[in-house]
Structure formats: C-alpha cells, structure tokens
C-alpha cells in the first residue's frame, strides 16, 4: 500500500511502530500536493521546508520516546483562516494579502503538540 493510501490513524500506527518515517510521510504528502496544486490551486500557502523540519523534529521526539499518540508525524494542512504565528494567514482575500499574524491559533497549537506535520493553508472562500 502506498503510504497516502492510508487513514491518517493507520499512518500514524505505522510512524509510531517506525514502518515508515515522519519524512517520508511528510515528503509523499507534499509530492502530492505539488503535483496536483497547478489543477486544483488548493493552498494558499504550501511549506515544504517548514514541514520537514517539523518532521525531521517530530521524528526527533517520536524516537526518544518524547511524543506518542495518534497524530504523531502525520502530515495535515489547516485552512487560510488558522493564524499560524509569523505564516501569512490571508483568509483568502486580498485585504489580508500581507498578514502575518504574532500569535498562533489554539487549534493549531493542538496539531502541534500531538506531533502534526503542517505543510501548509488551504485555499477557501472569501472569510468563509
């Protein structure tokens, strides 16, 4: 099975029983996104060097024993309305085309602190 062929559960069983790793979780979702994002214009924002090294941390602490849990190491995207501290978050509007917010948003803090790779915004309607 290919590794984005999998529930984000069943990758995250596989990180943590070290069958694949948090890079090369986070290297096939980018793969993906990359390819299909001239069609389908999904992110607004798509990191891929803030994502590795998020995975190359998050792999860090998965094998010292330091981050365990569902979410360890499975890449996900938040949409352009999730204040990321210091990322452009643009709402999908040009009036916040340059916004770069000094916080980040508690649901992302959660994704961070169970160990999600964040590879970037997703596109959205206007302020939807």
Do not use: H, W
């Amino acid at each position: 099975m290919e590794i984005l062929e999998f529930t984000a559960l069943e990758l995250g069983e596989k990180i943590q029983r070290r069958e694949i790793s948090v890079r090369e979780a986070a290297q096939a979702a980018l793969a993906q996104a990359e390819a299909a994002e001239p069609a389908i214009n999904s992110y607004v924002t798509l990191d891929p060097e803030g994502a590795l090294a998020q995975a190359d941390e998050i792999q860090r602490k998965i094998d010292a024993g330091e981050l365990a849990g569902p979410l360890a190491g499975v890449p996900v995207a938040v949409k352009d309305n999730m204040c990321i501290k210091g990322q452009l978050t643009t709402c999908s509007s040009k009036i916040l085309s340059n916004f770069k917010p000094v916080y980040t948003a508690e649901a992302v803090l959660n994704l961070q602190k169970a160990g999600a790779v964040i590879l970037g915004k997703t596109n959205m309607d206007e302020f939807a």
